[in-house]
């Protein structure tokens, strides 16, 4: 493993992310199309939101998916500052409130830093989590890998929590055993893409589609694919057929090896 593999993405990519711009004028566009397009069963959905963002970045989605017959909320902790104290502790009972509410397993869509918490919380309390779905979140990255903001998180550490680990298990404590899905961009210009791939399996998967990581949250076709995970049965999980015709919108995606980098 050489020095590229465990750099931040190429200032290229970065001057990129302005790019969120657009794809937020997108789909104000497209919401109207993407609001008739889901097929609701009111279930509970917990949305999460990347590093140094709170509920109003992921207030877009939120809107749409309740239109589409979710019981949507937030996550209402804040600025997401890593897993402070406050933060690992307003996770964990913020599902367990959702869950014994709905009586029914939560959804959780986690952005960046918001999807890794999801994964963990899955992890810890599968009982009680439909599905994860996580929009360009790092979940392979380790302590030698850097990102976009890792000076910035790095001077927050300070405040997190020693023992997060303990609360929120990561890998090293075993699969999903929830189905999993990863929604990612090869243009993303905070993390390495390649660090948010899932082992494609029985119940996971990875979408690509083509965007920025500040727009995931808001890509058109990201909202698109969500859509369509949220709607299958919870008992008939199956992987993601894009539309006919639409290569250009979801390309192939690519599937985990840990070999798997470029410069």
């Avoid at 009972?93 to 986690?110: A, D, N, Y």
Wanted: proline share 10%; with cysteine.
């Amino acid at each position: 493993m050489g020095s590229d593999r465990s750099a931040a993405p190429a200032p290229w990519l970065r001057v990129l992310e302005s790019r969120a711009v657009f794809e937020l004028g997108a789909v104000v566009a497209a919401a109207p199309w993407l609001r008739i397009i889901g097929r609701g069963d009111r279930h509970p959905v917990l949305i999460l939101p990347g590093f140094l963002a709170g509920d109003p970045s992921t207030a877009p989605l939120r809107s749409i998916l309740q239109s589409q017959g979710y019981w949507v909320h937030g996550w209402r902790l804040g600025r997401n500052l890593g897993p402070t104290p406050e933060i690992v502790d307003g996770l964990i009972e913020r599902l367990r409130t959702l869950h014994e509410r709905h009586q029914r397993p939560v959804s959780l869509i986690g952005w960046s830093l918001g999807g890794i918490y999801a994964r963990r919380l899955a992890r810890r309390w599968p009982e009680q989590v439909r599905q994860v779905i996580t929009l360009g979140s790092p979940f392979r990255i380790t302590p030698d890998d850097r990102s976009a903001v890792s000076d910035i998180y790095d001077r927050l550490r300070r405040a997190h929590l020693p023992t997060a680990e303990f609360h929120l298990p990561g890998p090293e404590a075993g699969a999903l055993e929830v189905p999993a899905t990863s929604i990612y961009t090869r243009t993303d210009g905070v993390v390495r893409w390649w660090q948010c791939l899932e082992s494609v399996g029985p119940n996971s998967e990875n979408i690509e589609v083509r965007g920025s990581h500040s727009g995931l949250g808001f890509n058109p076709a990201a909202i698109y694919a969500i859509s369509d995970r949220l709607a299958r049965p919870a008992e008939d999980w199956r992987p993601f057929r894009p539309p006919p015709a639409s290569r250009h919108i979801f390309p192939k995606p690519a599937d985990w090896r840990s070999d798997l980098h470029v410069a």
